[in-house]
């Protein structure tokens, strides 16, 4: 399966770490991806029909803000990743 990946990604850096947060489109889905830089990991979902992700690391924890649309109407979330 091919993904496609929309926007600028983000890179977010503490804890010893560096990771990459972007909006990925895989079957008509759209979601935010992160993956940790420099490792051999996959990347791992955020959140699914999530747009313009941004990240940010805050006392060793990563938290991701993005925008979801429901319906009309968007809102901006914020979540704490792992």
């Known amino acids: 399966m091919q993904e496609s990946v929309k926007g600028t990604p983000a890179l977010a850096a503490g804890n010893d770490q560096t990771v990459a947060i972007w909006q990925g489109t895989a079957d ?4 935010t991806k992160m993956r940790e830089l420099g490792g051999a990991g996959a990347a791992v979902s955020v959140a699914a029909n999530a747009e313009l992700p941004s990240g940010a690391f805050v006392n060793d924890k990563l938290f991701v803000a993005y925008v979801s649309k429901v319906g ?11």
């Open 72 to 82: 009309e109407k968007r809102s901006v979330w914020l979540a704490k990743v792992g």
């Open 28 to 31: 008509q889905q759209i979601e």
